[in-house]
């Protein structure tokens, strides 16, 4: 009996030893995905922002010709809902085609780094990330975060391993964790999935593939002769922001006044007044916020009064979610809630855009962003009026 014990403890050690750990899957998945030249493929990714209570949904086709010289994508991108709207970017150009309109948009990424026509936009989720950079499969192994291999599962019939990741707080990004499902078979990331908190709210997303194709794509995929000669072309043309220009006559502002909602006009008139213009998911305006809290405390008692102007927190569930927003991010002085002309009557396009105006009404400073300047900037303006 007790040798049955003993062989019966040696079998069950090595089972588990044989067992290939977390770290050992995810480097086998990076080799294997990077080693692939080329890819096309149908996926699904599913999206919730921290300040929405919706997860959108998109799917579509995607190519993707893997291109080691390419300092922005490191890849040729071809993707389409349908098969007559499509985007793609050819090493040097982003083509938004249009079918419906028969119109198409280049957008100039080598010489004017236009990238953000290809990744700013939901849409550009169902870009398979480890195909561009296989190597963040290897980043994650980093003794820094948390792998556990979870029990193994099927995505699409697919049997593949599962796994956690557990990422270390960054500041306010909390309970960062991401789980990756990888196929046995062929070591590829097929679904992930990902989950963070930012000031008590969260985001999720989910990738999921639904079918692909490795070494097939060809490069013509990715011509410019694809687009019908007929289609209207234009190259984009970046339009500058410009916020009013000091000496401007600034018009009124109306709207209401957060917390009892009671309606609230700027007399601007004899006063000093600072209007910051931001929303509550805009990194740099919750930087600013400090900045603004500062000012308010070093003129008070005087003639100088500090307004945070807000044309996206005014609905129902904005305003849900702002009283634990203030606890994270505290504002003394007063939020004025207003409708989306205001911003644009004052030629506000990028946020946080500051003003500051003169006793006459008149735009005397006007910034856009934060930057560690901001405060002796704005506060050397306000000295200057206030002599």
């Known amino acids: 009996m007790r040798y049955l014990i003993s062989f019966c403890t040696l079998l069950f050690t090595t089972v588990i030893f044989a067992q290939e750990s977390p770290k050992d899957i995810l480097l086998k998945s ?18 919730k922002f921290f300040d929405s209570e919706d997860t959108g949904s998109y799917k579509g086709k995607v190519y993707l010709l893997r291109d080691i010289k390419d300092t922005f994508f490191g890849a040729k991108i071809w993707l389409s809902r349908n098969d007559t709207s499509y985007k793609f970017y050819d090493g040097a150009k982003i083509y938004e085609v249009d079918g419906k309109k028969k119109e198409v948009t280049t957008y100039d990424v080598k010489n004017k780094n236009e990238s953000w ?40 019939g697919l049997d593949c391993y599962a796994i956690s990741i557990k990422f270390p707080d960054e500041e306010e ?3 960062h964790k991401r789980w990756i499902y990888i196929d046995k078979k062929s070591y590829m990331p097929v679904f992930t999935k990902r989950k ?23 490069a013509t995929r990715f011509s ?17 922001i410009k916020p009013l220009a000091d000496g401007t006559k600034v018009p009124p502002i109306t709207g209401k006044l957060y917390g009892n909602m009671s309606d609230k006009s700027l007399n601007f008139e004899g006063k ?7 929303y509550s998911t805009c990194g740099p305006c919750i930087k600013a916020i400090p900045e603004m809290e500062k000012l308010k405390e070093k003129y008070a008692g005087t003639d100088v009064r500090v307004y945070g ?40 396009e990028a946020w946080p855009t500051m003003y500051i105006i003169d006793k006459s009404g008149k735009v005397a ?22 002599k």
């Open 365 to 386: 400073y006007s910034t856009i962003g934060y930057s560690d300047k901001l405060y002796s900037e704005m506060s050397s303006v306000i000295d200057e009026l206030l």
């Open 224 to 240: 410019s002769k694809q687009i019908p000669k007929s289609y209207k072309a234009a190259a984009y043309e970046r339009k500058e």
């Open 117 to 156: 026509a290809m990744t700013g936009n939901t849409f550009y989720r169902i870009v398979w990330p480890y195909f561009l950079e296989p190597g963040k499969l290897k980043e994650y192994t980093d003794t820094a975060n948390t792998l556990k291999r979870l029990a193994d599962t099927s995505i699409n």
């Open 173 to 175: 990004m909390t309970k």
């Open 272 to 278: 000093v007044t600072v209007l910051d213009f931001w």
């Open 30 to 47: 990076s080799k294997a995905i990077g080693a692939q030249r080329s890819v096309q493929y149908n996926a699904t990714a599913r999206l």
């Open 309 to 348: 102007i807000n044309a996206f927190d005014a609905d129902s569930a904005s305003l849900k979610r702002m009283p634990k927003f203030l606890e994270h991010n505290p504002i003394d002085y007063p939020i004025i809630l207003v409708d989306k002309s205001v911003p644009r009557s004052y030629q506000v």
């Open 196 to 218: 963070i908190m930012f000031q008590g709210n969260y985001q999720y997303d989910e990738f999921l593939i639904h079918s692909y194709t490795f070494n097939k794509v060809a």
